[in-house]
């Protein structure tokens, strides 16, 4: 078999003409070594950190349900605006950071986020009053912001557009998973009995040290890049550089350009995918953060609500992981995020024409469509951008902004969620409806 340097795949001429053949160099047995390493090394430890950052991020919730806002003596929209101040730093955030992470390393700048949110979630157990945990929930914010996107373009490093799709998705899985977790971590910690620590401090303190741990550990096992990993041999390393040559990229370990960056900003379908982001999040924020309370209204104890939320979240995660295998199999993304929209669509439209308390079972399996649909447009809209986009600057700072617009649907989200519209949290409902159907409506166009 031939061998080639990797100094010999490092730019294609026309990367308009070359993407997707395959004259350049093929090794097909070294390309499989290369991606099961990389399934099982980079995406679980990117898998792991994403948990844990979700889990910081939407245990608010199950505090709530613990007494957090009694014994910090929350009023009105308190609680409302804990979450959407924090989903401002959250929005604004998203793109330096990927802009930092293309001009030093993934490795580097996701673990370095991975430990300060760590430290941050500990300190939340501290926190005596209102303007105390709002005042750590938006630096916290300012560290979280950046992990998907920066997981996203880190993950278009390594894996081809044909791979992306699932590959997102087994990360946004552990989103789902981090929101069921939760309930199950938040269940054993409201167990606790301790004259001095409450159970929703013994919650964050209990996240907050898993968190740093793993951020702390990634940074040993995170590459640079495919070129620098300890564990990929030199064959397994031209290899990478090839196929990402043949279908995603012009070229691969380009410099760092700023300008570059903001390349494709003029593009007449830029403002398009500024919408199509902005729009989408808005059911997946509320899942993340309000969904133990939609729960809630089911009228059970405070146990009982968190471990109901964990059956629809298990469910999600499966419909999510087989919706993006087979998106990537047919290569196709609209009709698999309209699809999700639409069961999304249809578990809201359940809620806000039942009476909850009288049909708790309809109400229950209205959760489980919420879920399933909620969670799917998150992974498959990053893949499908970042797949018509072959230049690594310019992936770096679209996907920032992109995940970064869809960050503020969290403030729509917490902006309409407000403690006047309880039990039944109508308006919130009838809102994204019209948001998700704006959406399908879009995609389908």
Same mark, same amino acid.
């Given at each position: 078999?031939?061998?080639?340097?990797?100094?010999?795949?490092?730019?294609?001429?026309?990367? !308009?003409?070359?993407?997707?053949e395959s004259t350049i160099y093929t090794d097909t047995e070294g390309e499989r070594s290369y991606v099961r390493k990389m399934d099982f090394i980079v995406l679980p &430890?990117?898998?792991?950190?994403?948990? $844990? @950052?979700?889990?910081?991020?939407?245990?608010?919730?199950?505090?709530?349900?613990d007494g957090l806002d009694k014994d910090l003596n929350l009023k009105g929209n308190d609680y409302s605006l804990l979450i959407l101040l924090f989903y401002i730093p959250f929005g604004l955030f998203d793109l330096p950071w990927n802009?930092?992470?293309?001009?030093?390393?993934?490795?580097?700048?996701?673990?370095?986020?991975?430990?300060?949110?760590?430290?941050?979630?500990?300190?939340?157990?501290?926190?005596? @009053?209102?303007?105390?945990?709002?005042?750590?929930?938006?630096?916290?914010?300012?560290? !979280?912001?950046?992990?998907?996107?920066?997981?996203?373009?880190?993950? &278009?490093?390594?894996?081809?557009?044909?791979?992306?799709g699932f590959r997102l998705a087994i990360v946004q899985s552990f989103a789902v998973l981090a929101s069921a977790f939760s309930g199950l971590i938040s269940f054993g910690a409201f167990q606790i009995n301790h004259p001095a620590v409450k159970g929703w401090q013994w919650l964050f303190i209990i996240e907050g040290s898993m968190t740093l741990i793993? =951020?702390?550990?990634?940074?040993?096992?995170?590459? @640079?890049?495919?070129?620098?990993?300890?564990?990929? &041999?030199?064959?397994?390393?031209?290899?990478? &550089?090839?196929?990402? +040559?043949?279908?995603? /990229?012009? !070229?691969?370990?380009?410099? $760092?350009n700023l300008k570059a960056c903001f390349e494709s900003w003029n593009d007449w379908k830029f403002p398009i995918w500024c919408l199509i982001t902005f729009t989408y999040p808005v059911a997946y924020a509320t899942a993340m953060n309000f969904f133990p309370l939609i729960?809630?209204?089911?009228?059970? /104890?405070?146990?009982?609500?968190?471990?109901?939320?964990?059956?629809?979240?298990?469910? =999600?995660?499966?419909? +999510?992981?087989?919706?993006?295998?087979?998106? @990537?199999?047919?290569?196709?993304?609209?009709?698999?995020?309209?699809? /999700?929209?639409?069961? /999304?669509?249809?578990?809201?439209?359940?809620?806000?024409?039942?009476?909850?308390?009288n049909n708790k079972g309809v109400?229950?399996?209205?959760? $489980?469509?919420?879920?399933?649909?909620?969670?799917?447009?998150?992974?498959?809209?990053?893949?499908?951008?970042?797949?018509?986009?072959?230049? !690594?600057?310019?992936?770096?700072?679209n996907t920032g902004f992109f995940v970064g617009l869809g960050n503020f649907a969290g403030v729509l989200s917490a902006g309409t969620f407000r403690s006047q519209y309880a039990p039944k949290y109508d308006i919130l409902l009838i809102f994204e409806k019209s948001l998700l159907t704006e959406k399908g409506i879009y995609q389908l166009s």
């Open positions: 078999m031939s061998e080639m340097k990797p100094n010999e795949v490092g730019k294609v001429s026309d990367p !308009e003409v070359n993407i997707g &430890t990117l898998c792991l950190m994403y948990f $844990f @950052d979700c889990m910081d991020r939407s245990n608010l919730a199950n505090a709530k349900t802009l930092l992470i293309k001009r030093f390393s993934g490795r580097i700048m996701l673990s370095t986020m991975s430990i300060v949110w760590g430290v941050l979630a500990l300190c939340q157990c501290a926190a005596k @009053d209102f303007g105390s945990l709002l005042a750590i929930r938006i630096i916290l914010g300012v560290f !979280e912001a950046g992990f998907f996107a920066g997981a996203t373009f880190f993950l &278009t490093l390594f894996y081809t557009r044909g791979e992306m793993t =951020g702390a550990a990634a940074y040993f096992v995170l590459p @640079d890049g495919a070129q620098k990993a300890w564990f990929l &041999t030199d064959r397994e390393k031209a290899a990478a &550089t090839a196929r990402l +040559l043949r279908d995603t /990229s012009s !070229e691969v370990d380009t410099p $760092f729960v809630q209204r089911l009228g059970y /104890s405070v146990i009982k609500t968190n471990l109901w939320t964990v059956a629809p979240n298990l469910v =999600g995660a499966v419909i +999510l992981l087989c919706v993006a295998k087979s998106s @990537d199999y047919f290569r196709e993304r609209t009709l698999h995020i309209v699809f /999700s929209l639409t069961v /999304s669509l249809v578990g809201m439209l359940i809620l806000i024409a039942i009476d909850v308390q109400a229950y399996f209205a959760c $489980f469509l919420m879920a399933a649909g909620s969670y799917i447009p998150s992974c498959l809209v990053h893949a499908w951008h970042n797949n018509n986009n072959v230049h !690594e600057n310019s992936r770096a700072a």
